[in-house]
């Protein structure tokens, strides 16, 4: 899509003063133009049929048909980027779990108190979204996943020779990653297909404070690995993934007994936090070659300093490849500025991270 045509947006929110506030608060943008408005699903799937918007933005729950039977609709007979506006409740954040996994791209969270007052700074947010996801192929993201989630084959791994694994440090391998916009569901592609027997795994998702709960908790029933949101100082072990929460970065600490993962609630970095970022810093100053680092689909730069950093300290590195990206912001940084050592499809990763792992992140060269 050329720039200087305007985004074509449909809103859909059963609020008529939502639609009203969050329609004239994006029509500011000279970027972007509202469409239509609707109030449910059925005429929602009407005007997108009759309007071919480039983006909708939907809402969770409405009458009569709401956001979750939506989209199955949606994406068979008009794949078109969708970002949910969905509540800040625990309800809500399983619901828009669920709608990414149906085919949603993003999401911003509605304002827990007064919508006049609390809508600018969403729709700050959800402009920035809107002109990223703008040229997201989502017909080509639905021919390689079913709406109905189809868990790939895992891969097997043969049990490993003590003291095969090269050790600079007390705790071993660590594997890192980090995603942002599309991430939810590229995070749950590579884990899901990953077998148990994995040094630890630690994952950076931007995400609020209240949803990366919900993530892991999705994940954790999915996964033959144990997923679960980071506690401060939560030691690492083999086998387990760490999901970073929405309200603190993530760092690893060596200690005599092995690495735990530390909490920090320090400014947010690249207007994030958790940072992805952040995680890669300190994986390349704390354990160096004893790290892999995966970045994967998002918006933006963060991670890619990070995961350079990485890579000129020793560790392994991995990025999403354009094609299987959602958004080919984060992982385009890093191989720009030479962190990523192999560009991958999103379903090479998880062999690629088997066949490091087997070799003890020790490079052949």
Same mark, same amino acid.
């Given at each position: ?47 997108? *049929? +009759? #309007? &071919?918007?480039?983006? $909708?933005? =939907?809402?969770? /729950?409405? !009458? ?7 989209? %199955? ?111 939810? *569901? +590229? #995070? &749950?592609?590579?884990? $899901?297909? =990953?077998?148990? /027997?994995? !040094? ?7 995400? %609020? ?123 385009? /940084? ?32």
């Amino acid at each position: 899509m050329e720039t200087k045509n305007k985004i074509r947006v449909l809103v859909v929110d059963d609020s008529a003063l939502v639609r009203k506030i969050l329609s004239d608060l994006l029509q500011q943008d000279p970027m972007i133009e509202v469409v239509g408005t609707a109030s449910d699903g059925t005429f929602a799937l009407r005007k997108v *049929e +009759a #309007l &071919k918007p480039d983006v $909708v933005t =939907l809402d969770v /729950e409405m !009458p009569q048909k709401g956001g979750l039977e939506l989209l %199955p609709e949606l994406m068979s007979v008009y794949p078109v980027p969708v970002i949910m506006v969905s509540g800040v409740t625990e309800r809500g954040a399983v619901a828009t779990i669920k709608a990414l996994e149906l085919g949603a791209v993003d999401f911003v969270t509605k304002p827990s108190a007064s919508v006049t007052e609390g809508m600018p700074t969403i729709a700050a947010t959800l402009i920035e979204k809107i002109k990223a996801v703008a040229g997201a192929n989502i017909r080509r993201r639905l021919l390689t996943k079913p709406a109905s989630f189809i868990p790939p084959p895992r891969i097997t791994i043969p049990p490993l020779p003590k003291g095969s694994i090269p050790r600079t440090r007390s705790g071993g391998l660590v594997i890192g990653m980090g995603a942002s916009t599309g991430g939810t *569901e +590229a #995070l &749950k592609d590579v884990l $899901v297909a =990953l077998p148990k /027997e994995l !040094p630890p795994i630690m994952v950076v998702q931007h995400m %609020p404070e209240g949803f990366t709960r919900a993530f892991a908790n999705r994940l954790n029933g999915l996964c033959e690995l144990t997923v679960k949101e980071a506690e401060d100082h939560e030691p690492l072990e083999s086998g387990k993934a760490l999901i970073a929460p929405g309200h603190s970065h993530m760092l690893i600490q060596p200690t005599g007994m092995g690495y735990i993962a530390v909490l920090s609630q320090s400014e947010p970095v690249m207007r994030h936090r958790p940072s992805v970022d952040v995680l890669f810093h300190s994986l390349a100053r704390e354990i160096g070659p004893n790290a892999l680092g995966v970045i994967m689909t998002g918006m933006g730069a963060d991670g890619a300093r990070g995961l350079t950093q990485m890579r000129e300290t020793g560790s392994r590195t991995i990025a999403q490849n354009e094609q299987t990206c959602v958004v080919f912001g984060m992982p385009k /940084e890093a191989i720009e500025m030479g962190g990523a050592e192999q560009v991958l499809p999103l379903q090479d990763i998880p062999k690629a991270i088997v066949n490091l792992v087997r070799n003890g992140f020790a490079k052949s060269d």
